[in-house]
Every structure is written in C-alpha cells, then in structure tokens.
C-alpha cells in the first residue's frame, strides 16, 4: 500500500479543478392494463469545473443515460395496431401493403446522441462591473412554484419536480448598482444541438431584462422578455416579480403578453423535527381553456413516425389517431393550486410532498417521496406519482381517452411507483 500512495498523489486533481456530480439508477412500476409496466433507467451525470483564475471559470456537465422497459410510443403502436385489426380486420403491416402508408414508432434511441450529451458548457468571467456567462446553462428566473410567468426559458414538469432544468445556449450578464439594485440579461436559444439537427429553419431565439432593486424586505423586480416567435406573434412579455419576508413569506410573480398570467404564494418553516417547511401558491394562465375546450388525452402523432400517408382522407381512423397535437403545453388549465410540504424529520431521514390542482375541474396530481441518506454521499428515494380527486386534466376520465372508437385508457396509470438511488461524486 504505501508504494501506491506517489501514484495516488499524481492523480489527484490539481486545485484549480474539482469534479462532483452523481450516478443515479431509477426505476419504477405502473399498474397498467397493457405492455410493459416497469421502468429503469440509469444515469451518469459528472461535472468538472476549473477555474484557472480568480475572475476566471469553465464548468462542464456531462450526461450518459440509458433506459430498459416501458416505452410509450412502442406500447401506443401496440394499442393502434390491435384496435385497428378489430374494426378493419386488417393489421398495420396489411394497411401498409394496401395502401402503402407505414405507420411505425418513434425510436427510443437512434444514434450516440441519444445516450452521451453536453448538458452544460460555461464560462463565467467576473469583472468589477459586471459577472458574464457564456455558453450551454441553466437559466431559471422567478420566485414561483412550479409556474414562473416572467421566465425567460419557461421549463414546466408538474409531474418530475426533481428534475434538472435543461440547458440552454445562452449569454448571462448580471450588473451590479449599488448595494441594493441590480440588472440582469440574458439572450439565447432553447433548442440544445441534439434537436437541431434535423431543423432547417432558424433556431427561435428569446431575450429577457430583469432589473431587481432590495427594499423594505422586499426583492422589487421588473422584467421584459421578447424573442422571434414573440414578435412574430406581438406577444412581447412584461412583467413583475415580488417577494418578501415578513416573518411570513410571501411572492407574487406575473405579467402580461396578449394574455394575463400571476402566481401568488405563501411559505413558512415550522420548528417540527428539524425543520417542516410548507408553501401555497394560486395560479392562473390567461392563455389556458375552459375545461369543456381541453384538447384530447388520446394518442398523438408525436409518438409516431409515417411515410406514404399523405393521402389519407382526414376522416381517415388512422389519419385521425396520428394527427399532430395542435399546440404542446404543459397545462390547458387557467386556474391552478399548488402545495408543498418537506419535513426534515433528522439528519437521515426527510419526507415531502407536492400537490398540484386544477382549481376549474377538481383533478389533483400528487407526489409525495421519501429520502433517505445512509451516509453523505448515498441517497435513496422512495416516491409516488399519483392522480387523484374528480375526472379533469390531471385526472382523465377513461372516456376522455376515446380516439375514433379507440380506447387509449390503458396506456395510462392511475399511478406510479418511483424508486431511486443516487451516488453523489
């Protein structure tokens, strides 16, 4: 052993880098009513940051992922086919040589891409008037839960709260006024390479300003946000971000852009345990629909890939199960509530819990999860995804789930069982 510690020694990083990051299995079980009910899933996700100088740093954040068991569109194929044979008497393959119009799933992987990505490359430079970032970045602007109106790079997921925002291409500058004021920029594109390189069109581009001055326990922020697709469409956004701590905190983050949206929230920490933390939060998007306009839970043509099926009149059953989604949103609601809990209950051992409402129709989304940390570098969760109160959004109706006489209630789960362990580096 002790002829092995000059070599040791020579592998150690030098002080200027450092690595940290995490290995992650997860995995988890859907009662559902076809195909494969469990998943897993592993990732790799390492970062190293050097930073050569004091005003000087490079961060990188490396991903390799892989995924086994249920997979959407492969089960959706499945469905399509059966329903397809019992009203026409006729598989896909037959239809295919009939008509000539293939109907496949999108693939779970297709090159290295797929498994090897760059989620964040930066540089950040520190100078006495300004603090610059340049490159692939988490852009997160906002005191909201969940829903953040005056985000630049607006990234929603009711149902993975955990999940690290994806980056963006982007430059960040902050600007420092006084001791109580700042400014903050930024420009840059949502669309990382791996999705550009099928698109022949310019990449949207967005930009935002946020000015944020500190007063009577208050963070004051006024915020502009623009972009091609918002010009295009004269949807240029401006808005105002609160929040406060009087003993109680509070927010109130919203804005306008043709259509009006706000959140308003409430948190505090309670001396239970360790700590029990709970927030409140109504929200509402000006831009979302009544629930008897909701867009169809049914298939959609994003699981599949065609070719030859142009000529398919629109009535069509096939034409109709495949047809595109009209617009993509995380929600088609106007009024949400959303509450969180998380009790520290020791140092081992931590429960939370989040809830998020249509306030309109009365479905729920739950997802409560436990964690627990053996020791400092190993973690592990249990958690629940599950759908809850009256049929709406977030709770569909099987009926709700009709296309064409199809029935695509059973490729959705009245819950899901998550499990994960993570090994920080």
Known sequence: MPTLLPLLTT???PESLSLQGYAELRGSYSPVEQGTPWTAAERLRPTLEWQPTARLGLTMTAEARASQGRYLPDEALLLLDKALAAETGLSLDE????TGCAITAVPRTEDWRDFIGLERAFVDLERPRYDLRLGRQAVAWGS?????PT????DVNVAEPWRERPGVDAARMLIPIGEEAQVALVGGVDDLPGTLRDRPELTPWKVGGRATLHAAATDWSLVAVTGGERLDAEASFIGLDLKGDLGLGWWLEGGYDGDLRAAAGLDYSFPVAQSLYLAVQAYHDGSGSDPEDYGSKALSGEMFETEGCEELPPNAPIAALTAPAAEARATQGRWY?????RLAANDRWGLSASGLVNLADGSILVTPYATFTPMGRLSANLGLNGMTGAHGELNPDPRDLQVQGVDASGLLAPWTALAWLRLSL
Not at 151 to 154: G, I, L, W
Request: charged share 15%; proline share 0%.
């Open 144 to 148: 909201a839960l969940v829903f953040n």
């Open 11 to 13: 592998l150690a990083l």
């Open 95 to 98: 239809i295919e040589e009939l």
């Open 337 to 341: 509530g959303t509450l969180v809990a």
């Open 151 to 154: 985000d630049v790079f607006s």
